[in-house]
């Protein structure tokens, strides 16, 4: 358990770390994002598990509209995210999403017919590692506002 706790505090130190070096040209949306999902993980513990993501954000196409259409659709559906119980933090990521995915009139439906879901689960913080490692990656290789 110390362990785990020393592991988290150095990952979030980093995250802090790279998230104040980001190019003043990282979209509002991305860039929102990613603070409010260090300040998520922070304050979030390990007992909700939603379907891996990894697959999306990893490989020749990673990171791409449909990663980013999969992690809304997960956490949109999510109960913690959508009964209700949500923190500022959680409400504001998904709707962030949201703004993202429109501006880039990506069509989640059709993107997300082809995904099949993975039987695998993770912990949510681990998604939402995965998204702020995709945003920092789409912002510096890709990304065009």
């Known amino acids: ?16 770390v ?5 190019p003043p040209s990282l979209n509002k949306n991305l860039k929102s ?7 998520f993980n ?14 999306l954000a990893q490989g020749r196409n990673r990171c791409g509209d449909k990663f980013f259409c999969k992690v809304h659709d997960i956490l949109h559906k999510h109960e913690h995210f959508a009964k209700g ?8 990521i998904v709707r962030n999403l949201d703004v993202y995915i429109r ?6 439906a059709a993107l997300l017919r082809n995904v099949t879901s ?15 490692d995709c945003i ?7 990304y065009k506002d």
């Open 118 to 132: 993975t039987n695998v689960t993770k912990p949510i913080p681990e998604l939402v590692k995965h998204l702020t």
């Open 33 to 39: 994002i990613i603070d409010l999902a260090e300040e």
């Open 103 to 108: 501006d880039r009139n990506a069509n989640c």
């Open 1 to 16: 358990m110390r362990t785990l706790l020393l592991v988290s505090a150095a990952v979030l130190l980093a995250g802090v």
């Open 42 to 55: 922070r304050t979030f513990s390990q007992a909700y598990f939603v379907e891996d993501v990894g697959h």
């Open 18 to 22: 790279a998230a104040s070096t980001l």
């Open 85 to 92: 119980k949500e923190q500022k933090e959680e409400k504001d």
């Open 136 to 142: 920092r990656s789409r912002n510096i290789h890709d």
